[in-house]
């Protein structure tokens, strides 16, 4: 198959301004940062990957290090070889380094789990209990994740609708924190429809002025962000290690231990235990207490190299990387026609700054945006987030009940990619689309689609169903 050239036009800021000169390049080297896509008119082109807020490409480093540990990959805790010694030792510095990597107290729990979403329905099975009734409700905002969302539908609870402006949020958030009975503030640290970031610091000292704890969804934040939960003065915090440049699925909570020393075993199994007899069990404390079973421990080492990594970055190329890239696509973005920049708060900058990750929220006006996004990766190699982000009450309070499109970047992005997306989007404004698209199993395909894929992929990649959360 040959290898396409997609045509460009004048589409955004100019690519010779010096002051996204940062973006050029990867910050660095992740794995299939060169993959070839093919295209459905023929020939084929360098994948534009802009769905790092889904699952983040392995960090080459954390690939080159999981090839070298696997060999030695076994059982862990209870196995006297020396594989089985040397995966011990391996999975628990990691939770050192985990520990260190986002500012821990030195009592701390860290957790393994499978992912975000596994940790915080863990802490809500800790929540403090008296009397067999919970001594306190939860209280989070209407711009959360699906993962800070139903694990608290299911203790007593309270929500707050977020504010026109942040400042006013904040205000609404304690004014019902100085109602009383709250005992743990649930929020994000960025939000995954808009990048949006909350002020960790100041929520974590509004809910500790009111006698409650803080819980913050870092899903988000972790990968873009430094983290410091002992000078912010977080209890507890949550994230997933494929959003951090790991694969293998490992997520981690890390937090104070005397709720998850107290509350209900995550899973009750080998591990777990001090004691078990036919008809009752007496349950170990610390992080076993909430890890029955075998392990992730590539999962958990996966995790722990790339936070490695990311701590050893100079947080000031860092971040003047993904600016230069968000900036420039947000200025892109605003001189298409009909293309809308989307975000929660008014008081938030839509460009770079402080305030925002490099996750960029859109959509086009008179298309569906499984649509957009099907065009975008079939005419030109493009991968983007389509739908409703497990986001649902955020999707419908921003005006956008049918979904949207996400754009997001990460440490192996460069400007290039910006540029790709905007062309074609300038594209699709001006000429339509270029091929014929069907809904099959719930998503947006090219219609007679004749592609070649790898000879280990399904024949027809994609087309196993949409996720019910994408769907009415």
Known sequence: MTTATIPTHPAGPELSETRFDAGRRPLSAVSGAEILAPLIRGGEVRYAN????????????????????????ASVHRGAGYASQLSTSVYENARNIVRGFVGGRPDDSVI???????????????????GGRHTGEVLYLDIEH???????????????????????TLAQLRTE????????????????????????????????????????????????????????DVDYLAFSGHKLYAPFGAGVLVGRPDW??????????????????LDSVSWTTGP???EAGSPNVLGA?????????????????????EDAI????????????????????????????????????????????????????????????????????????LGLPAGSLRASLGLGSRLDDARRLLDGLQELRRNGLGWDYVVDAGRWVPANDTRSYPQWAPNTPGTAGAAPCTLD
């Open 50 to 73: 802009l769905d790092y807020g889904a699952s983040a490409p392995a960090l080459s480093v954390v690939s080159a290090y999981l090839n070298e540990i696997l060999p030695y990959y």
């Open 112 to 130: 393994f789990t499978r992912n975000t979403t596994d940790s915080l329905n863990l802490l809500a099975g800790c929540l403090p209990v008296a």
């Open 146 to 168: 699906h993962a800070n969302l139903l694990p608290w539908q299911g203790v007593p609870h309270r929500s707050v609708v977020a504010a026109p402006t942040l400042a006013l």
């Open 177 to 232: 924190l100085a109602r009383g009975g709250v005992n743990l503030l649930a929020v994000t640290g960025a939000s995954n429809v808009t990048g949006e970031i909350l002020p960790i610091r100041e929520l974590a000292a509004l809910a500790h002025e009111f006698g409650a704890r803080i819980a913050v969804d870092a899903a988000q934040l972790a990968p873009h962000r430094r983290i410091n939960i002992a000078a912010d």
């Open 260 to 277: 998850l020393d107290a509350g209900t075993p995550h899973l009750a199994g080998g591990g777990a235990v001090r004691d078990a007899r």
């Open 288 to 290: 076993a207490r909430h």
């Open 301 to 321: 080492a996966a995790l722990a190299r790339a936070g490695q990594v990311i701590e050893a970055l100079d947080e000031q190329q860092w971040h003047a990387h």
């Open 326 to 397: 968000r900036t420039f696509l947000v200025e892109g973005l605003g001189q298409i026609d009909g293309v809308s920049v989307h975000h929660i708060f008014e008081d938030t900058a839509l460009s770079a700054g402080p305030g925002t990750i490099g996750v960029v929220n859109f959509s086009v006006a008179g298309y569906d945006a499984g649509l957009v996004a099907a065009y975008l990766s079939a005419e030109h190699g493009i991968g983007l987030r389509d739908g409703r982000f497990c986001a649902h009450p955020l999707l419908k309070r």
